[in-house]
């Protein structure tokens, strides 16, 4: 079983930046693909980004594609998401997953956070 504690959130202007960070504690972390998703309120869960095992593949959603970055540190069980050039609709709760395989699909992914939520400000 694996645990990710994600953090990092909080509330930016339009434009900005934020960073968020997962650790994942339990059998062998860093042996899984990691990635994020984002819920808005009354809207879908939304694939964001995720990245191999490696850290060499990654794979992002079409509408962050060039402003998010995400990265991780298998010596520190960590996975990060750089956040810029921040839009309102980027609000949500974001959560970092866990799984075997790197996919934009939720059911791909067995192990999530608590989510950790993110306002942008017009």
């Known amino acids: 079983q694996v645990e990710l504690i994600d953090s990092g959130g909080g509330l930016v202007q339009a434009g900005g930046s934020l960073s968020l960070s997962c650790r994942a504690s339990?059998?062998?972390?860093?042996?899984?693909?990691m990635g994020w998703f984002r819920q808005a309120p009354e809207k879908e869960r939304e694939f964001v980004a995720a990245?191999?095992?490696?850290?060499?593949?990654?794979q992002y959603g079409d509408s962050v594609k060039g402003r998010f970055t995400i990265s991780r540190d298998n010596a520190k069980h960590a996975v990060y998401m750089q956040m810029n050039s921040l839009k309102p609709e980027d609000t949500a709760v974001y959560y970092c997953?866990?799984?075997?395989?790197?996919?934009?699909?939720?059911?791909?992914?067995?192990?999530w956070g608590q989510g950790t939520q993110v306002t942008v400000s017009s």
């Open positions: 990245i191999s095992v490696s850290g060499i593949r990654t």
């Open positions: 339990g059998l062998s972390p860093s042996s899984y693909v």
């Open positions: 997953v866990g799984g075997f395989q790197i996919g934009t699909s939720a059911s791909q992914y067995s192990f």
